[in-house]
């Protein structure tokens, strides 16, 4: 059974402060990672996908890939309360579907 | 562009009703997955699809839900004898193929309460 292990949170951090939002998952021969973000009530949104070890950044986020250890994680620099949500991690399977976590809630006080 | 289209966005159904939920994917996107999602829960994959062709049903329950995804129009999600363990959001999305490394575009769900 293919699992993505996410820490439910609450998460909770200041405005201005770095979030750090951590994934695991089980199948060792996975290739590709993404991280979505859920506010409440509505669809989930794409906001980083990444394939090799190693950082990516995109504007505040970035994704942190280790394939050896099987841990993906997203750092949000200077959080803002929009960035108060639920951030799910997301891994490809092999039939090409994508296997979720619970999500991670977040939340970013003034 | 407009994106993946799932309706109705919001679905009442008596106990023992059947529910059909309908999901246009993107232009030019020919795969087609189905997610439900509990409340404070994850996203729980149902079953993917191409144009007239099952790829991975292996989330479906066994028994009152099918998926189907026809050679023109929409690809419908249907939940026979509904119960009220069957209310949840219902997410479409799709991409372009399944090869790659991108991830899905989502439609914005279908609520489905049993009462």
Known sequence: QKEVEQNSGPLSVPEGAIASLNCTYSDRGS?????????????????MSIYSNGDKEDGRFTAQLNKASQYVSLLIRDSQPSDSATYLCAVKGSQGNLIF??????SVKP | NAGVMQNPRHLVRRRGQEARLRCSPMKGHSHVYWYRQLPEEGLK?????????????????KERFSAE?????????????????DSAAYFCASSPSAEGLRGYTFGSGTRLTVV
Do not use: A
């Open chain 2, 45 to 61: 994959f149902m079953v993917y699809l191409q144009k007239e062709n099952i790829i991975d049903e292996s989330g479906m329950p």
């Open chain 1, 101 to 106: 976590g619970k999500g991670t809630k977040l």
């Open chain 2, 69 to 85: 995804f026809p050679k023109e129009g929409p690809s419908i999600l249907r939940i026979q004898q509904v119960v009220r363990g």
């Open chain 1, 31 to 47: 290739q590709s990672f993404f991280w979505y973000r859920q506010y409440s009530g509505k669809s989930p949104e794409l906001i």
